[in-house]
Each structure stands twice: as structure tokens, then as C-alpha cells.
């Protein structure tokens, strides 16, 4: 098992940062073409949110923990901003509180798509925390 | 990130280059707003995403901006030549539905 921790202000000029560590991180796996831009996807999504959505009223972080093992990495996204009120509804495919700003609504329906396992573990006022897996073949 | 457009009769197309996501979302709206409305009469807008190596759904909630605006004055738009990894965002997106790949 190898590990790698990374963290971050949520702020839109640290996405791109982020995934490509993280894809960097996962070469060691020697994934596909597609393995490799799926996670990329997938972790693009999980900071967009944090930035968008986790801290309306001040500066805040983005923890990014990754975990490699026999042929899967293990994803966790976190932040300590304002949680998800209803996780169920948040997790319907085009749902966004911010239509207005042409959000697709989309990112999490993209994030359990391109990856194998995923759970989020967030309530209002308690950050928001994405455990997310993928198999390598 | 970069993006320019052609205008050939009543088609625009926009070339995207590089990245597209959060941070670039906005600059690439205000763009392509700037454009659309210096070319209000085209018919035909085509997104040309051969040089695009990344977009998330950030970069659908723009597009689907632009097609809300563009359909209000009676122009299509089409997606052309996206890679394999954009393709996958678009495909899952539904976005083909109302901006057909060509």
C-alpha cells in the first residue's frame, strides 16, 4: 500500500493541480488511458464542488488522502464547509441548487459512473466527505 | 485554455485548446457571449473540440448555456471531433440529444 496526501485552498486555480498529482500518483498502477482520465474526471468534479459549494463565506481547504494498493486507488475528498443538507436529492442526475449558474448538475452522477465504489458522508454544517474507489485492471 | 473562432456564410465555430473547467468556465462564457453577439445572425454554431484534452460537467453546464441562448435566436449547434476522455462527459451528459456530434 502507498500513500499520498494533499491539501489545498478551495480555489478554482488548484483543480487542474489536483488532477494531475493524482493521476501522476496513479501511474504507479500503469492504469489504461481510460482508467487514468476517468479518476482525473472524477476528482475535477469532487473539487469543483468543494469550491463552488463547501465555503459560501470564507477561505477554506481540500483534503485529497489517496491510498494505492494490489490493482485499486482509493480516492478521499473532504472538506469542513457548509455540508449537504440532503444528500439523496444532491445525488439526483441534473439537481443544482445554482441553475442560474449554468451548473449541469451532473458531478456526482459523473463521479459514480467513472468510478467503482462511491459514497458521500456529508449533513449541514459538517463538510462534506467523498469516499470514492477504482478497480485497475 | 484557449479558444478562437471562423466564420464562414452563417456558420461560427469555436476551436477549444486545453482544459476546461472551473476556473476557465467563465472566461470561456464571457468569449463566447462576446462573439455571439457580434454575430447574432449565424445559423450554425459548431463547438470544435479536437484540441480539448480535459473538460469536466463544468464545461456542460457552459455549453448547455450557450445553447439555451442560441436556440432563443433560432441558430444549431453541433459538437465536432471531441476526444475519447471528453466524449465520455459528453456521451453521459445527454448533451448529443440537443447539440448532435459531427
Redesign the interface.
Request: aromatic fraction near 8%; include cysteine; hydrophobic fraction near 40%.
Given at each position: 500500500m502507498n500513500k499520498m496526501t494533499l491539501k489545498v485552498s478551495a480555489r478554482?486555480?488548484n483543480?487542474?493541480f489536483v488532477?494531475t498529482v493524482v493521476s501522476a500518483f496513479m501511474l504507479q498502477l500503469n492504469p489504461s488511458?481510460?482508467e487514468l482520465?476517468?479518476v482525473?474526471?472524477t476528482v475535477?468534479?469532487a473539487v469543483?464542488n468543494a469550491?463552488?459549494h463547501a465555503y459560501p463565506d470564507r477561505e477554506g481547504d481540500i483534503l485529497i488522502e489517496c491510498e494505492i494498493g494490489e490493482r485499486y486507488i482509493k480516492i478521499v475528498i473532504s472538506d469542513s464547509g457548509v455540508g449537504i443538507p440532503c444528500v439523496e436529492l444532491a445525488l439526483q442526475p441534473f439537481y443544482t441548487t445554482k441553475e442560474d449558474?449554468?451548473?449541469?448538475g451532473?458531478?456526482f452522477?459523473?463521479m459514480r459512473?467513472f468510478m467503482d465504489e462511491f459514497e458521500v458522508v456529508s449533513s449541514s454544517g459538517a463538510g462534506t466527505r467523498l469516499i470514492m474507489t477504482k478497480k485497475i485492471a | 485554455m484557449e479558444i478562437k473562432y471562423s466564420l464562414a456564410a452563417d456558420k461560427l465555430t469555436f476551436y477549444l485548446c486545453g482544459e476546461l473547467d472551473e476556473h476557465y468556465a467563465r472566461g470561456v462564457k464571457d468569449y463566447m457571449e462576446a462573439v455571439l453577439t457580434k454575430n447574432a445572425k449565424v445559423r450554425k454554431v459548431v463547438f470544435n473540440m479536437s484540441a480539448l484534452s480535459f473538460m469536466d460537467s463544468t464545461g456542460i453546464g457552459m455549453l448547455l448555456g450557450r445553447y439555451k441562448r442560441l436556440k432563443k435566436q433560432g441558430a444549431d449547434c453541433f459538437i465536432e471531433d471531441p476526444s475519447v476522455s471528453v466524449g465520455k462527459v459528453l456521451e453521459l451528459s445527454g448533451i448529443y440529444e440537443v447539440m448532435p456530434k459531427i
Amino acid at each position: 500500500m502507498n500513500k499520498m496526501t494533499l491539501k489545498v485552498s478551495a480555489r478554482s486555480e488548484n483543480e487542474a493541480f489536483v488532477r494531475t498529482v493524482v493521476s501522476a500518483f496513479m501511474l504507479q498502477l500503469n492504469p489504461s488511458l481510460e482508467e487514468l482520465s476517468d479518476v482525473k474526471t472524477t476528482v475535477s468534479e469532487a473539487v469543483t464542488n468543494a469550491i463552488v459549494h463547501a465555503y459560501p463565506d470564507r477561505e477554506g481547504d481540500i483534503l485529497i488522502e489517496c491510498e494505492i494498493g494490489e490493482r485499486y486507488i482509493k480516492i478521499v475528498i473532504s472538506d469542513s464547509g457548509v455540508g449537504i443538507p440532503c444528500v439523496e436529492l444532491a445525488l439526483q442526475p441534473f439537481y443544482t441548487t445554482k441553475e442560474d449558474d449554468e451548473r449541469s448538475g451532473l458531478g456526482f452522477t459523473i463521479m459514480r459512473s467513472f468510478m467503482d465504489e462511491f459514497e458521500v458522508v456529508s449533513s449541514s454544517g459538517a463538510g462534506t466527505r467523498l469516499i470514492m474507489t477504482k478497480k485497475i485492471a | 485554455m484557449e479558444i478562437k473562432y471562423s466564420l464562414a456564410a452563417d456558420k461560427l465555430t469555436f476551436y477549444l485548446c486545453g482544459e476546461l473547467d472551473e476556473h476557465y468556465a467563465r472566461g470561456v462564457k464571457d468569449y463566447m457571449e462576446a462573439v455571439l453577439t457580434k454575430n447574432a445572425k449565424v445559423r450554425k454554431v459548431v463547438f470544435n473540440m479536437s484540441a480539448l484534452s480535459f473538460m469536466d460537467s463544468t464545461g456542460i453546464g457552459m455549453l448547455l448555456g450557450r445553447y439555451k441562448r442560441l436556440k432563443k435566436q433560432g441558430a444549431d449547434c453541433f459538437i465536432e471531433d471531441p476526444s475519447v476522455s471528453v466524449g465520455k462527459v459528453l456521451e453521459l451528459s445527454g448533451i448529443y440529444e440537443v447539440m448532435p456530434k459531427i
